[in-house]
């Protein structure tokens, strides 16, 4: 059974990232009733003086094949990420949009010789949106999402409720945060010959199918990759995935998904930190039981066929 916490975690944007890696139009994934709060005179975690840890600038590019390539290192100094995310999802059928807002924490730790590095990240959502009725702490709203590589976690810290389930065989690992593994992927370290081996790639203008003021200003300085599942990929229900990555650093921006039954999801990162600069928990992005179970709720779930 597909729950909650396994599609946040496969996240989303199906794409991270980003790519929190994503719907239909932007302009239906945030109405103009919901407008996402940005400052659009500079980058999201981009501040005048672009501190060490940033990456370096990149190079102009101009196809999605020099893009993959781009990527391939951009982030392999990456070992620390934060974020602020939105992370909105729009079920066509039902004409429900569920909107959440965060937190991301995310770990990259390498692997042995030939091995894909270890990746940890935790998600939690202070503030929930459907409809006119929004959620947060003081109505007793708080969900933390945290995965190692084999474990997922779902926590609610005001419920003291902790269910831990085993998502891999024993032994083996998953990354949900590669572009089409979830629908709030991080784009980085991805390998270009395993994305067009799933995907055709392209190019195209990152002011492509923005609408929103606020949100275009942030296009208007991304490359963006639109990702369309092969024929032979057997990818049955994702039709597309955008990612924008900023073009002075390839950093992941926005993330969009549309799956074949017209549901969207629709994630953006603001306020990106990295490596010294990130800000991390540890207590908060382990998959282990809290050590003082007084009062808690605690459910732990092996991997089963």
Same mark, same amino acid.
């Given at each position: 059974?597909?729950?909650m ?5 496969r ?11 994503p719907?239909?139009p ?26 060490a ?44 949009q569920?909107q ?7 770990l990259?730790?390498?692997g042995?010789?030939g ?15 459907? !409809?006119? /009725? ?5 109505? *007793?709203?708080?969900?933390?999402? &945290? ?5 997922? %976690? +779902? ?15 024993? !032994?083996? /690992? ?5 572009l *089409?593994?979830?629908?709030?992927? &991080? ?5 270009? %010959? +395993?994305?067009l ?29 639109v ?5 032979? %990929? ?15 650093t390839?950093?992941?921006r ?14 953006m ?37």
């Amino acid at each position: 059974m597909v729950t909650m916490s396994m599609l946040i975690a496969r996240l989303v944007v199906g794409a991270a990232a980003l790519v929190m890696g994503p719907d239909a139009p932007l302009p239906t994934a945030i109405p103009p009733a919901v407008p996402p709060v940005i400052t659009p005179d500079a980058p999201v975690g981009q501040p005048a003086s672009q501190p060490a840890s940033q990456p370096a600038p990149q190079p102009a590019i101009t196809d999605a094949d020099t893009l993959l390539t781009a990527l391939e290192t951009a982030g392999q100094d990456i070992r620390r990420l934060s974020a602020t995310v939105r992370y909105i999802k729009t079920f066509a059928i039902q004409g429900d949009q569920q909107q959440r807002d965060g937190t991301l924490m995310f770990l990259s730790e390498p692997g042995a010789e030939g091995q894909a590095p270890t990746r940890r990240f935790a998600i939690t959502f202070d503030r929930y949106e459907i !409809g006119e /009725r929004l959620e947060d702490p003081s109505t *007793g709203f708080l969900e933390r999402y &945290i995965f190692d590589g084999e474990w997922l %976690a +779902e926590v609610r810290p005001l419920d003291k409720e902790f269910v831990r389930r085993q998502v891999v065989p024993p !032994g083996q /690992r998953w990354d949900p945060l590669a572009l *089409g593994e979830g629908p709030f992927p &991080i784009p980085i370290q991805q390998k270009r %010959a +395993e994305i067009l081996s799933r995907f055709d790639a392209a190019l195209v203008d990152g002011l492509e199918g923005v609408d929103e003021p606020a949100l275009r200003a942030i296009a208007a300085k991304c490359y963006q990759l639109v990702l369309t599942p092969r024929a032979d %990929a057997g990818e049955q229900d994702l039709r597309s995935i955008r990612v924008w990555y900023q073009t002075d650093t390839l950093l992941p921006r926005l993330a969009r998904t549309m799956s074949m039954a017209d549901d969207e999801s629709f994630v953006m990162l603001r306020d990106i930190k990295l490596n010294a600069e990130a800000r991390i928990v540890e207590a908060e992005i382990s998959t282990q039981p809290p050590t003082d179970r007084t009062g808690w709720n605690v459910t732990q779930e092996p991997y089963r066929e």
